[in-house]
């Protein structure tokens, strides 16, 4: 046998007992319960997934973790996207859907802090024995509301703006009403992180509502948070507050003239969840899905994708970003989670005053 077929056959070998080694690997990181998991999404053998293209990658990321799940887990499942509303009228339509026992049209809600607490009250969620199907992986502080919601990413609320035709680099929200960016500014029609901004951990509710009303009458506009091309080509200056820092990095990587400003006056970590309706049409797969997110796959498809990750993990990018700040900014950042937001009454009743107030001005 000539030296190169020799080289050939070892490298073919050699690859083989790598592929042996991993999948055993993997084989041994599952638990009884997520291996009955498994064989339960299997039998359902399919997934449906609606939720805005700006959510987790969006189709392309749905398609990332289709993928990877059947080639780490064995889960070969036929996975269905639509895209949907945003989150806050997705949560609405699958309570008002499980209320009059009809089915869910998504196995998994996503939402924010905010929206689950009300899906938790209303018993629209399983709940679920996470750390029992990813123990090395997922930890009382991942999950919460009695198992009903996982955390998938961090994001850190701030404001884009345009660094081409912004009067001054933005260093607080306050600095958003300078008289310079009068009719220049944009904010959400659903007062996106307002609910946060009025905690009576943070600026409470009465210096909430008086930024709220001083800045409608600085706006322009009103747009979702994704729309940030809407920034970069100039149509308005900026977008304040936005939903998180992730949804323009992409448009920075590309050179866009837009960058992104963590508010020193605003240090806060919001949540990103997901949960299984109690009406999933597939509750299995929905239950899989969710716990995917969590691994370490399931995280880099998030960062790659969505371009953020859960700081709590060790690999996780987020975690550098908010110790940077916090060494910066000799501040320890808030978290604003779905548990603190059950007792956010002050913020809530803030956000429901503010929304009025903006789209009112719009």
């Not at 289709?66 to 996207?81: I, N, Y």
């Not at 509301?145 to 035709?165: D, F, H, M, R």
Request: glycine share 8%; net charge positive; with cysteine.
């Amino acid at each position: 046998m000539d030296m190169k077929r020799t080289r050939g056959l070892s490298s073919l070998i050699a690859a083989a007992c790598f592929a042996i080694t991993s999948l055993t690997a993997s084989a041994a990181e599952i638990t009884p319960e997520l291996r009955a998991l498994i064989d339960a999404a299997r039998k359902e053998g399919a997934l449906s997934l609606v939720f805005g293209e700006g959510s987790l990658g969006g189709e392309k990321g749905v398609r990332r973790f289709e993928t990877a799940m059947r080639d780490v887990w064995g889960a070969d499942l036929k996975v269905t996207f639509t895209p949907g509303p945003a989150l806050p009228a997705m949560a609405s339509q699958v309570a008002v859907l499980n209320a009059a026992r009809q089915p869910s049209p998504t196995d998994a809600v996503v939402g924010w802090s905010r929206h689950m607490p009300a899906l938790y009250q209303r018993k629209v969620l399983l709940p679920v024995e996470w750390e029992k199907l990813l123990p090395s992986r997922i930890t009382a502080d991942t999950h919460e509301l009695e198992g009903t919601v996982l955390k998938i990413v961090t994001s850190l609320p701030g404001a884009y703006y345009n660094t081409k035709l912004a009067p001054m680099k933005p260093e607080r929200l306050s600095d958003f009403l300078d008289p310079r960016w009068k009719g220049k500014i944009a904010s959400t029609p659903y007062a996106a992180n307002f609910d946060v901004l009025a905690g009576r951990d943070l600026w409470g509710k009465e210096k909430a509502v008086d930024f709220a009303r001083k800045l409608s009458g600085q706006l322009a506009g009103l747009i979702r948070c994704n729309e940030n091309e809407r920034i970069a080509t100039g149509e308005f200056w900026a977008l304040v507050p936005n939903c998180a820092a992730r949804d323009v990095e992409e448009a920075i990587r590309r050179g866009a003239p837009i960058a992104n400003v963590t508010p020193k006056d605003f240090l806060v970590k919001n949540y990103t969840y997901l949960g299984v309706p109690r009406n999933a049409p597939h509750p299995n797969a929905g239950k899989l899905f969710v716990a995917f997110t969590s691994t370490p796959e399931g995280q880099a498809i998030l960062r790659e994708a969505w371009g953020a990750d859960l700081d709590l993990y060790p690999e996780s990018d987020l975690a550098k970003q908010v110790a940077a700040i916090e060494a910066e900014t000799g501040q320890k950042m808030a978290r604003a989670t779905a548990t603190w937001q059950l007792n956010n009454q002050e913020g809530n009743s803030g956000w429901t005053e503010i929304n009025t107030i903006l789209t009112k001005s719009k």
